[in-house]
C-alpha cells in the first residue's frame, strides 16, 4: 500500500463524559424551589439601608416574577444572577 501524504487518520471516538442522572422533574423543582427560598432569606436578613437599595428590589423582582415566569431550565440562571446580585448588596451593607 502506498503513503499517501495528505490522508489523515482517523481519530478514536470521544468518551462522553459521565453525567449524573439529573433526577425527576419533581426533584429538580424541589431542589430550586429550597435554593429560591435561600435566597428570599438572605435578602430579607439585609438591613434597611439595603432596601432602600434600588438592587434590592430588583433581587426581588428576580426572585418572584421572573423565577415564576421562567422555564425550568432557566430557573437556575435566574437564581445564580439573583445570588450574585445578593452577593453584592451584603458587600454593599457592610461597608455602609
Avoid at 438591613?47 to 437599595?53: L, M, N, S, T, V
Avoid at 423582582?61 to 446580585?85: E, G, H, I
Amino acid at each position: 500500500m502506498r503513503d499517501m501524504p495528505n490522508r489523515r487518520t482517523p481519530l478514536p471516538p470521544i468518551a462522553a463524559p459521565a453525567e449524573k442522572p439529573r433526577g425527576t422533574f419533581r426533584q429538580r423543582y424541589d431542589e430550586l424551589e429550597t435554593r429560591r427560598t435561600e435566597l428570599m432569606a438572605r435578602l430579607r436578613a439585609l438591613g434597611d439601608g439595603a432596601q432602600r437599595h434600588p438592587g434590592y428590589k430588583r433581587a426581588l423582582k428576580l426572585l418572584n416574577d421572573t423565577f415564576r415566569k421562567s422555564k425550568l431550565a432557566q430557573r437556575l440562571a435566574v437564581l445564580q444572577a439573583a445570588a450574585w446580585l445578593i452577593d453584592i448588596l451584603e458587600k454593599l451593607s457592610a461597608t455602609l
